[in-house]
């Protein structure tokens, strides 16, 4: 059964930093694995999506890489603002085409 | 333009009563989700249909029971509520509903607040 873990489950950090956020699965056999975020109150936004096949995904300051034979995936966002204050989500597409999710990376982020 | 939405947003009732949840989305994507969110904030996959046949079922009490009319619609309805069915319900739709390369992102709603008294 896959497992999603996310570390750390929570993160503060002051504006202008970088944020590394870690998620890792027990199961290697995933098709893709897709990063959300998640404001209170809210629904979840996809962020990035990385298929199976590929090593990373970069969509202006976020960049996510992904090594499947180790199990892990990490969520880098450049040059953090407040604005990005939410809680980040992974979540892999398992072989029964399920999403498992991490329990989330709550970021605050301060001006 | 919502892309995926739900009603109601919240919903407050009674131990033992019966209500429904529903979900449209307007991507014309061919594949829907229920997704659970606890009180711990963990998502957990309840259900899964593509062009309106079940295709994920995981260990849910038969108490709920998803419908859906047509590919845009996936409703759930839950008999007999508990105080335990308290949680965040949330629905969402991609294109690709089967594992393999090439699967496509899940669009979610905003979630449905159920609180059982």
């Known amino acids: 059964k896959q497992e999603v873990t996310q570390i750390p489950a929570a993160l503060s950090v002051p504006e202008g930093e970088n944020l590394v956020l870690n998620c890792s699965f027990t199961d290697s056999a995933i098709y893709n694995l897709q990063w959300f975020r998640q404001d209170p109150g809210k629904g979840l936004t996809s962020l990035l999506l990385?298929?199976?096949?590929?090593r990373e995904q970069t969509s202006g300051r976020l960049n996510a890489s992904l090594d499947k034979s180790s199990g892990r995936s990490t969520l880098y966002i450049a040059a953090s603002q407040p604005g990005d204050s939410a809680t980040y989500l992974c979540?892999?597409?398992?072989?029964?085409?399920?999403?498992?999710f991490g329990a989330g990376t709550q970021v605050v982020v301060t001006p | 333009d919502t892309a995926v939405s739900q009603t109601p947003k919240y919903l407050v009732t009674q131990m033992g009563n019966d209500k429904s949840i529903k979900c449209e989305q307007n991507?014309?994507?061919?594949?829907m989700y229920w997704y659970k969110q606890d009180s711990k904030k963990f998502l957990k996959i309840m259900f899964s249909?593509?062009?309106?046949?079940?295709?994920i079922n995981e260990t849910v009490p038969n108490r709920f029971s998803p419908k859906s009319p047509d590919k845009a619609h996936l409703n759930l309805h839950i008999n007999s509520l508990e105080l335990g069915d308290s949680a965040v319900y949330f629905c969402?739709?991609?294109?690709?509903?089967?594992?393999?390369?090439?699967?496509?992102?899940?669009?979610f709603g905003p979630g449905t607040r159920l609180t059982v008294l």
């Open positions: 991507l014309g994507h061919d594949t």
């Open positions: 979540a892999a597409l398992d072989s029964w085409g399920k999403l498992q």
């Open positions: 249909y593509n062009n309106k046949e079940l295709i």
């Open positions: 990385i298929q199976s096949s590929q």
């Open positions: 969402a739709s991609s294109h690709a509903g089967l594992a393999g390369e090439g699967a496509d992102t899940q669009y």
